[in-house]
Nanobody, 122 residues
Framework: QVQLVESGGGLVQPGGSLRLSCAAS????????MRWYRQAPEKERELVAT???????NYADSVKGRFTISRDNAKNTVYLQMNSLKPEDTAVYYC????????????????WGQGTQVTVSS
C-alpha cells in the first residue's frame, strides 16, 4: 500500500510564503514524476508544478518566478516553496506521484495525496 501525505498548508497574508511537503510511504520501489495541483472553489483542478526523477521542472504561467518545486529522493518527498503569495493562490493543494511498488516494479501508478488548504488573505 502506498500513501501520500501532504503538510504545510495554512493561512498567510498576501506577499507571504508557505512551504508544502508531500511524503510518500509504503512499498515503494521507484518514484517517477511528481506534481503539485490545486483546486479553488468552483474551479477545475489545475496543474501547478512538475518535477521529473532527474530534477527537470515545469510551472504554470501563473506561478512562474514565485513557486519552486523540489524533491528529496532519499526521503521520497516533494516540496513546493510558495513565495509572494496572492489571494488568487487560495486553493486546496494536492500532490501527485507516479510510483511503482515492489509488487510490480515495471508498472507506475499515479497516487494522490489528501490535499492541504492554502488560504491567502489579509
Amino acid at each position: 500500500q502506498v500513501q501520500l501525505v501532504e503538510s504545510g498548508g495554512g493561512l498567510v497574508q498576501p506577499g507571504g510564503s508557505l512551504r508544502l511537503s508531500c511524503a510518500a510511504s509504503g512499498s515503494i520501489f521507484s518514484i517517477n514524476t511528481m506534481r503539485w495541483y490545486r483546486q479553488a472553489p468552483e474551479k477545475e483542478r489545475e496543474l501547478v508544478a512538475t518535477i521529473t526523477s532527474g530534477g527537470s521542472t515545469n510551472y504554470a504561467d501563473s506561478v512562474k518566478g514565485r513557486f519552486t518545486i523540489s524533491r528529496d529522493n532519499a526521503k521520497n518527498t516533494v516540496y513546493l516553496q510558495m513565495n509572494s503569495l496572492k489571494p488568487e493562490d487560495t486553493a486546496v493543494y494536492y500532490c501527485n506521484a507516479e510510483i511503482s511498488s515492489y509488487r510490480s516494479i515495471a508498472s507506475f501508478v499515479r497516487y494522490w495525496g489528501q490535499g492541504t488548504q492554502v488560504t491567502v488573505s489579509s
